[in-house]
């Protein structure tokens, strides 16, 4: 019944702020100790977990990309979004949002950093 749905630009110019929202429905993102994350994989290569956003609102992020990631919820939409600064053609990727430990997984979006 739990369905994730990705939205956002697909198309964001290098130095820019990639943001996207996910939106949960058939549950509350509050609710049962859930984990939120967002999960991306470029062009032939592997998935990246991003970080994620509990039911209370603390975060976790991957070392590699906490200087340029935010993970926010607004709670009254039951959503959850992703702000990724500076980007460069490098985070080119299909960029997923998920509930890991209940294999919930949104259909993912196709994201290209071009100018």
Same mark, same amino acid.
């Given at each position: ?45 592997? *998935? ?11 975060? $976790? +992020?991957?070392? %590699? @990309? &906490? ?14 979004? *992703? ?11 299909? $960029? +997923?949002?998920? %509930? @890991? &430990? ?14």
């Amino acid at each position: 019944q739990v369905q994730l749905q990705e939205s956002g630009p697909g198309l964001v110019e290098p130095s820019q702020t990639l943001s996207l929202t996910c939106t949960v429905s058939g549950g509350s993102i509050t609710a049962n100790k859930y984990h939120w994350s967002w999960i991306r994989q470029p062009p032939g290569k592997g *998935l990246e977990w991003m970080g994620a956003i509990d039911y209370e609102g603390s975060n $976790y +992020y991957n070392p %590699s @990309l &906490k200087s340029r990631t935010s993970i926010s919820r607004d709670t009254s939409k039951n959503q959850f979004s *992703l702000q990724l600064a500076s980007v460069t053609p490098e985070d080119t990727a299909v $960029y +997923y949002c998920a %509930s @890991l &430990k209940n294999n919930y997984w949104g259909q993912g979006t196709e994201v290209t950093v071009s100018s």
